[in-house]
């Protein structure tokens, strides 16, 4: 992993759209259905939209039905981090980006195989490299 990226709230919000400040930095979820990569299918890596980090494989992601782009599992166990989330009254599994703790979404249980798991991801906290030819 590089190394830890670091920046004051006054640079994210210079450098992030309001909707990615909200979502990455202040745990904001956009609304269902709504995102960029819901129906994005291309072959690629999805990254970080703050700090540019790879996160996820376009062959690890699928649909789900839940409104948000959801991958079975990361990139590597080296990008992303997983906190408990004790917000709404409910316990979930929050995932940051291990580069620059941007809030990205989070994980459940309710995936398919290999992993079993659900990463429900914002959109807003996602960008795309194409694979090269």
Same mark, same amino acid.
């Given at each position: 992993?590089? %190394?830890?990226?670091?920046?004051?709230? &006054?640079?994210?919000?210079?450098?992030?759209?309001? %909707?990615?400040?909200?979502?990455? =930095?202040?745990?904001?979820?956009?609304? !269902?259905?709504?995102?960029?990569?819901? $129906? $994005? $299918?291309?072959?690629?890596?999805?990254?970080?939209?703050?700090?540019?980090?790879?996160?996820?494989?376009?062959?690890?992601?699928?649909?789900?039905?839940?409104?948000? /782009?959801?991958?079975?599992? !990361?990139?590597? &166990?080296?990008?992303?981090? %997983?906190?408990?989330?004790? &917000?709404?009254?409910? =316990?979930?599994?929050?995932?940051?980006?291990?580069?620059?703790?941007?809030?990205?979404? $989070?994980?459940?249980?309710?995936? /398919?195989?290999?992993?079993?798991? =659900?990463?429900c991801i914002n959109?807003? &906290?996602?960008?795309? %490299? !194409?694979?090269? !030819?």
């Amino acid at each position: 992993m590089d %190394e830890k990226v670091c920046k004051t709230d &006054a640079q994210w919000r210079e450098e992030l759209s309001p %909707e990615q400040y909200s979502v990455c =930095r202040c745990s904001a979820t956009e609304a !269902p259905f709504t995102g960029k990569f819901y $129906h $994005h $299918h291309d072959v690629g890596t999805y990254t970080c939209a703050a700090c540019g980090a790879a996160l996820f494989s376009s062959s690890a992601k699928y649909e789900s039905g839940s409104g948000w /782009p959801s991958y079975f599992q !990361p990139l590597s &166990a080296n990008a992303v981090s %997983e906190h408990e989330d004790g &917000a709404l009254g409910m =316990r979930r599994i929050e995932v940051k980006c291990a580069q620059c703790d941007s809030h990205l979404g $989070h994980v459940f249980p309710d995936g /398919p195989k290999p992993t079993g798991l =659900r990463y429900c991801i914002n959109s807003a &906290a996602l960008g795309f %490299e !194409p694979a090269t !030819p």
